[in-house]
């Protein structure tokens, strides 16, 4: 069997539907979990700047 540059090419759009649509399928959960780390981190760094801050006051 033969593989041109047809069936590569075929083949990679089949595999950028296939994300889109799993992307398109959690995007709610992808986003919430996004948002959930970036107020861990926000989080995490405030603590730190505090602890930063009462140390170099002590």
Do not use: D, N, P
Not at 6 to 13: C, D, M, P, S, V
Not at 30 to 37: E, K
Not at 48 to 54: A, E, H, P, V
């Amino acid at each position: 069997m033969k593989t041109g540059r047809r069936a590569l090419t075929a083949e990679k759009t089949s595999r950028i539907r296939r994300s889109r649509r799993w992307v398109a399928r959690h995007r709610t959960a992808l986003l919430s979990s996004a948002l959930h780390g970036a107020a861990y981190a926000t989080g995490a760094g405030i603590v730190g700047i505090g602890f930063y801050l009462l140390q170099q006051h002590i």
